[in-house]
């Protein structure tokens, strides 16, 4: 058979297979159906008295009677042979057909050995025979009865289901086929005594035609065992004997018969017939074996041709297999539960490590075994079982150990399927989904932590709303307090006005508090170098400590300065020491430390409120009875506290966490029971060159007065009538509203109204700063003062207004009523600044323009920085905004010429640069001469936010 390119040529394809071997099924029909009818005809000649179905040919001898018979249970007999699956009913009938023809062999046999007449010779019908040479009429020759005991024999073993034994009915089947082509060559040649052994009866030449034939519908019957195996091998052996056995069974005795012919009738001598015959066989013979060689050599050349292309298959596959992401491997299961691992890819050793290699892991199934979690090996042998048990797709995900001691998580693609022995096979896929669990781990710390951060807002909003009404009720309280001690006559009338004071002050301290958790304080930052702080804070720190508590300090050389409001920074340091000193009631120790940190993206990621960036880190570190890990996420919250009842207010915490979140910063917190706790404060790195304020104590001046007209706007009456009467003992005149509608009024008439005193939160539609915007409107030289219980990040960062100066939150004291209206209405009429915007960017430029013109200032536009330079020679400017990225002169040369030539001037720098991963230019602009940065895009409130930041540390220098 010819091979096919592709496939190896020591095997078939299936249809090929399928195709050979259906050749051999049909021989044993047609093998059963000759000696069937050699039996038939030999049945029917004795009945009907028909000599030449019984002797074929005259003078020959006559197949008899009990041999027909046999011959028919051995036809049918071989039809019952069944090579898959036999029914148990003709698995019995073949059985017993092939017994009886073994009986018949067996009885007539013994006769002949014994010299024992069972009778059967003539049990079915009586030979009529005269020949002088059969001795025993109607018996079988005994080379016949032999034939029929070997017939009997591989009938019973072809009903093996067994391979071994079912192969082994070949052997008797040679036999037969010997004994009969030996009978065969016997009537040919006349070779009386290979016909029979003397003095019996002689086979019957019909006889040893129908062995022969049944000998080899025998070997056809199982063509893949045994003797046979070697005929139909697809390999050189098989093609082999398929070409040179027909010659030699055919050919040879064939021209064996044409010289004892030729010899016979005296055509040549003995001597000229064995040339003759050796001749013969040699032109016979050459022809067929070099047919048979240009055979074997074409398949050959085919072999090495499809070994190449199985080679360089291999080689891809292979190829393939060790360059691919993860490890294909082979797992076995074995009937005895034993796992063995056939093959396994390269990348076994990058995933588990070194030492885990392929080889031995294919040597040592527990190898690979080993290298699975401890926790996870017994659920990986049960999955592997149930998959084996139910041939179900197995998935399953679970921990490996690398050689390392490193822990990675892995996930297994695998099919199961039987293999002949009963063991079940696994071709597998196993990838390394390390960094997918642990985004999933991450994607649940980040839900958490948003959950945390969502609740954390939710109690803001809540107590910065409480203080928000509280501070105007304070308000009413605090003014009349005051106002009442300094009127009343009465010592005790004083003392209880003086306690109602102190109560409030207590009160508004309070609120104070909730607003600084809630991010809704008005800070007032400075550049701090934290170290220093430190320092000075020593001596105020341990006096709070006491004697028993050490303090260690480690402080980094060379911190960066940050951008913070000094007095809650103080505070929030003195209330981490005093927690500190309540978690060690029998001494111990402290740790301050400081250190520059970088967070950078995946940092961020992990804590929501923080950006990527340079911070100053601050912790304080006690060796107390630390928090248990249930109550740490709870300790920021206003009035949780882990002290016992009465020790704690339960605000310390979220006052520093408040502050330093509005800081831009942030707060964590670790600990463990009886190991201490560290609580850590990041602020972001502050980049400038305004160094913190000094602040020396000044005596204490008069209270500021004035006669100015002011429209007090309030929506609570307490408060406003509270207000109104500290207003007038400092001198000024009121003029009252209850809501922006009847404020309006007042504007829109003629009377005098020098200031703006209105509240931010009003009902009504309309809040404080909308009035604000009306009132400029309609008297452009008013100065305008808001104040609210509710201060905060939402009140400070709008367009028009809000800012340190022109803001006073609730509850308030007199004098700083008095110094911020003083201030405000001092301010009235001063002319706009001016601000210079260089950018090459037409519309950014003149919607940066607009947005600051209508906040009242002077704006000047230049579109680069030789335009902007150029600008300078006509007139001054408070502030430059300049873009970095520019045509010609570029951005951060102009801001260096522009730093050189105006000292004073602020410098706001801006760019759409600077992305992670990339140079920071925005920085850049800042060590180098910028004041503040922003990146693009901004909004109209940052840009404002940033424009009046600069200017009021213009004002402070």
């Not at 059969?134 to 591989?154: E, L, Q, S």
């Not at 790195?685 to 204490?700: F, I, S, Y």
């Not at 703006?756 to 008013?782: F, H, I």
Request: glycine residues 8%.
């Amino acid at each position: 058979m010819r091979a096919r390119a592709g496939r190896h040529p020591t095997s078939r394809s299936r249809s090929d297979a399928a195709d050979f071997f259906e050749k051999f099924e049909r021989a044993v029909w047609i093998s059963g159906a000759v000696v069937a009818a050699i039996g038939c005809a030999a049945v029917l000649g004795w009945w009907l008295h028909l000599a030449p179905l019984k002797t074929v040919l005259p003078g020959l001898d006559a197949l008899k009677m009990n041999t027909a018979v046999g011959l028919l249970l051995s036809a049918i007999g071989l039809w019952l042979v069944d090579n898959d699956n036999p029914s148990a009913s003709r698995k019995m009938a073949g059985q017993v057909f092939a017994a009886g023809v073994a009986g018949l062999g067996v009885l007539t046999l013994s006769q002949d050995l014994f010299g024992i007449d069972f009778g059967i010779d003539e049990a079915l019908i009586r030979d009529d025979t005269t020949d002088e040479r059969d001795n025993h009429p109607g018996r079988m020759a005994p080379t016949t009865a032999f034939n029929f005991i070997m017939a009997g024999i591989a009938l019973l073993l072809l009903r093996s289901t067994a391979a071994g034994r079912a192969g082994s009915s070949q052997v008797p089947a040679v036999v037969i086929f010997v004994v009969a082509f030996a009978a065969l060559l016997g009537h040919v040649y006349d070779a009386v005594e290979l016909e029979s052994i003397a003095p019996f009866t002689r086979m019957a030449l019909h006889t040893s035609i129908a062995f022969v034939v049944l000998a080899v519908g025998i070997l056809c019957a199982k063509p893949r065992l045994g003797l046979m195996s070697v005929i139909t091998s697809a390999y050189q052996g098989g093609v082999l004997a398929r070409r040179i056995l027909p010659v030699v069974l055919i050919v040879v005795p064939a021209l064996g018969w044409i010289r004892l012919v030729g010899q016979r009738a005296e055509l040549f001598s003995t001597e000229t017939g064995l040339v003759l015959y050796t001749l013969f066989n040699v032109v016979v013979l050459t022809p067929v074996i070099l047919l048979t060689a240009a055979v074997i050599n074409r398949r050959h050349a085919m072999q090495e041709q499809i070994d190449a292309e199985l080679r360089e298959s291999e080689a891809r596959f292979r190829s393939l297999a060790e360059n691919m992401p993860g490890v294909i491997y082979q797992r076995v299961l074995d009937r005895g539960g034993t796992l063995r691992y056939p093959y396994v890819s390269a990348g076994v050793e990058k995933m588990c490590g070194e030492g885990v290699d392929p080889e031995r892991i294919m040597a040592d199934g527990t190898a690979f075994l080993n290298s699975i979690h401890p926790d996870d090996r017994g659920r990986f042998m049960n999955e592997v079982r149930r998959s084996a048990a139910t041939g179900s797709r197995l998935e399953l995900e679970c921990r490996i150990v690398t050689t390392t001691g490193e822990t990675k998580w892995v996930q297994s693609f695998s099919q199961p399927r039987s293999l002949e022995d009963g063991s079940v096979i696994w071709d597998c896929l196993l990838i390394d989904v390390t960094g997918r669990k642990n985004a999933e781990a991450k994607h649940t710390v980040l839900e958490e932590q948003l959950r945390q951060s969502q609740k954390m807002e939710a109690v803001g909003q809540l107590t910065g709303g409480l203080a928000h009404d509280f501070n105007n009720l304070l308000t009413v309280i605090l003014g009349n307090a005051v106002t009442l001690a300094e009127e009343l006559t009465d010592v005790r009338q004083c003392q209880m006005a003086e306690l109602i004071n102190a109560a409030g002050v207590r009160a508004a301290d309070l609120t104070r508090r909730l607003l600084v958790f809630s991010r809704r304080q008005v800070l007032q930052p400075s550049m701090i170098e934290a170290s220093e702080l430190i320092k000075e804070m020593e001596p105020l720190l341990r006096h709070t400590l006491g004697a028993n508590i050490a303090i260690a300090a480690k402080l980094q050389p060379g911190l960066w300065p940050i951008n913070a409001d000094r007095a809650q920074l103080e505070n929030a340091l003195l209330n981490l020491a005093i927690n500190a000193r309540d978690a060690m009631p029998n001494g111990g120790a402290m740790t301050i430390e400081t250190a520059n940190v970088s967070a950078d993206e995946g940092y961020a990621a992990l804590n929501p409120g923080i950006a990527p960036g340079e911070y100053v880190m601050l912790a304080l570190t006690d060796i107390g009875s630390g928090i248990a890990a249930d109550m740490l996420e709870k300790v920021f919250e206003p009035f949780f506290t882990t002290k016992p009842a009465g020790k704690g207010s339960g605000l310390g915490l979220s006052m520093v966490y408040g502050f330093v979140r509005q800081s831009g910063g942030l707060a964590k917190i670790y600990s463990e029971v009886g190991n201490g706790t560290t609580v850590r404060l990041y602020f972001p790195r502050h980049v400038g060159l305004q160094r913190e304020e000094t602040r020396d104590a000044a005596p204490e001046s008069p209270l500021p007065m004035g006669r100015e007209t002011i429209l007090l706007v309030e929506d609570d009456d307490l408060v406003r009538q509270s207000t109104k009467t500290t207003l007038e003992g400092l001198g000024y005149k009121v003029i009252e509203a209850a809501d922006a509608k009847r404020a309006r009024q007042h504007l829109e008439s003629s009377a005098a109204i020098d200031l703006l005193l209105t509240d931010v939160m009003m009902p009504g539609g309309r809040s404080g700063d909308q009035l604000a915007e009306e009132a400029r409107r309609l008297r452009p030289n008013l100065a305008v003062l808001f104040m609210s219980g509710y201060p905060g990040a939402a009140i400070v960062a709008r367009p028009e207004g809000f800012d340190g100066e022109a803001f006073i939150g609730k509850p308030y004291t007199r004098r700083e009523m008095a110094e911020k209206v003083r201030a405000a209405l001092d301010r009235r009429g001063a002319a706009p600044q001016r601000i210079l915007i260089i950018d090459d960017e037409e519309l950014l430029r003149r919607t940066v323009q607009r947005t600051l013109a209508d906040a009242g200032y002077d704006v000047v536009d230049a579109a680069d920085g030789e335009a902007g330079l150029e600008q300078l020679k006509h007139g001054t400017f408070d502030i430059a905004v300049v873009d970095i990225f520019m045509p010609g002169k570029e951005g951060i040369e102009t801001i260096m010429q522009l730093r050189r030539s105006r000292p004073a001037m602020k410098i706001i720098a801006i760019s759409g640069g600077g992305a992670p991963g990339e140079w920071n230019l925005l920085g850049v602009a800042q060590r180098l001469g910028a004041d503040r940065a922003l990146a693009k895009p901004f909004t109209s409130d940052q840009l404002l936010a940033v424009v009046k930041e600069v200017l009021a540390k213009r004002s402070a220098a």
